[in-house]
Structures are given as C-alpha cells and as structure tokens.
C-alpha cells in the first residue's frame, strides 16, 4: 500500500485524511475541514483532493486502473465541458481505459 501524502508533500490544512479501513486494508476517508463560515476551495485544494481520491483508490485491490480511473473520469468531465456523476459515465470511463490500454500494448509491441 502506497502513503496517500508522499514523503516532502504538505496538505493544505483545510483537507483532512482519517484512516477507516472501511472496505480494504489502509482504506481513507477525505474530506474539506470546515469552520463557521464557508469558503469556497482553492484550485490546488481540489487538484490535491483529485489526486488523493485516486491515489486512495490504487490502494484498493479491488480497482484494477488505479489513479489512472480519476484521471480518465475528470478527463471526460473537462473535454466534454459537462458536470456528470461518475455512476452514470462509469461505462464510458472503462472503456476508454480500457482502450488505452489496448494501444499502449500496440506501441509496446510495435517498439520491440
């Protein structure tokens, strides 16, 4: 199981990690510590949250892509310029895993 925070990694302090092991060993919940009043998240506070829920599900050994899953589903999200819930693209996001997958093997094959 690979550390969500990387060794000289600093959070921004208003994201906040608890160790559950809810469904797998070295599982973690995330989420915006909040005051009072409410504030509106920073870039890098969502770009570093993005990174930590993928990196969390690479740690899953049920997820077989990994980070690489968050990568594709926020991909989708800008190139179509449309707010989708994930469940509802979930096919799409696999198969275009799954066919880059396909043409990194090709490139592979091709280079020996």
């Known amino acids: 199981m690979q550390k969500l925070v990387k060794e000289l990694e600093i ?9 559950t092991d809810l469904h ?7 989420f915006f510590k909040k005051d009072e009043v409410k504030i509106a998240p920073t870039s890098e506070e969502i770009g ?6 993928g990196r969390n599900d690479a740690n899953n050994p049920r997820y077989r892509h990994g980070r690489n899953y968050m990568y594709q589903y926020l991909s989708i999200l800008f190139r179509d310029n449309n707010l989708e819930y994930e469940r509802n693209i979930r096919s799409q ?12 093997k090709l490139l592979k094959l091709r280079q020996e």
């Open 48 to 53: 570093f949250m993005a990174l930590l829920v």
């Open 93 to 104: 996001i696999l198969n275009e895993l799954e066919q880059s997958e396909s043409i990194s």
């Open 11 to 19: 959070l921004p302090p208003r994201i906040g990690i608890e160790k």
């Open 24 to 30: 797998f060993d070295g599982d973690c919940k995330l």
